[in-house]
């Protein structure tokens, strides 16, 4: 099953028709306790409105989930008496997201907790630089192309979610 066909369960709980344990909210962002946590303190940060993925929602708004992820980072590291914290998203299936509503994990760690999100990946293999460099290439220019971004604009409707392309 895709997560657009699933329910949102953030969406019930953002809305007051679940239980969470809140320990942050403004008036576009809300975090709770994970309730499959890696460690004790383990934290989402979620927006109010419901966006399923990190490229649907909008610039301002993920970098203030990030600043509220950061405010979070010390109070969440002294009472779980974390040596370190991961702060990840998991943007689509693919990426291992499994709520249909974008959210960032403020994890805390510790050695030998038992977690690990290995990096460098021991399945890659170093590429050749052309290949860097041709990739990096790539990147620039599709960021640099109008219509690819004009292509890429939509719209998303706060009631239902639905994708709608941008009207120049």
Known sequence: MSLVDRHCTFCDLIQGAGEAS??????DAVAFMDIQPVNAGHVLVVPRRHFEKLDDVPAELAMHLFRVATKLVPAVKTVANAEGMNIVVNSGSAAGQDEPHYHVHVIP?????????????????????????????RIMTALRDPMGALRDSVDRTPATGDRRRAVA
Not at 22 to 27: A, L, R, V
Not at 121 to 132: E, H, K, V
């Open 109 to 137: 760690r510790t050695t030998n907790d038992g977690f690990d999100i290995p990096l460098p990946f021991a399945g890659s293999s170093m590429p050749d630089r052309t290949l860097l460099d041709a990739t990096a290439v």
């Open 22 to 27: 809140i320990c942050y909210e403004d008036s």
